[in-house]
């Protein structure tokens, strides 16, 4: 088992900067793929950004290309997950994940999920 907890959610105001962390515990060997998804109110969720174990290996969902930045600290058990130049469309509830396997971040089907941690951006 694996446990995730999600932290750094808040309330921003658009354009503005935020840095969600998660710190995973228990049999993380286990299960060394890491990632954000979200859900947005009233809408499915979907992926956001993964990353291998290494770290060599980096996927980002066509809508925060370029703004969001994925990072992991495998010394501390965390991932992180850096928001630049936020939008409203940004807002929902960021969910880390993990799995033995990357193709498991976009089909949404990871083993372990966390609480979810807030996120709203403001206009």
């Known amino acids: 088992q694996v446990q995730l907890v999600e932290s750094g959610g808040g309330l921003v105001q658009a354009g503005d900067s935020l840095r969600l962390s998660c710190t995973a515990s228990g049999r993380t060997f286990s299960s060394p793929v890491m990632g954000w998804l979200r859900q947005a109110p009233g809408k499915k969720r979907e992926f956001v950004a993964a990353?291998?174990?290494?770290?060599?290996?980096?996927d980002y969902a066509d809508s925060v290309e370029g703004r969001f930045t994925i990072s992991r600290d495998n010394a501390k058990n965390m991932v992180y997950l850096q928001m630049n130049s936020l939008k409203p469309e940004d807002t929902g509830v960021y969910y880390c994940?993990?799995?033995?396997?990357?193709?498991?971040?976009?089909?949404?089907?990871?083993?372990?999920w966390g609480q979810g941690t807030q996120v709203t951006v403001s206009s």
């Open positions: 994940t993990s799995d033995p396997l990357m193709n498991t971040m976009r089909a949404l089907t990871a083993r372990y």
């Open positions: 990353i291998s174990w290494s770290g060599g290996i980096t």
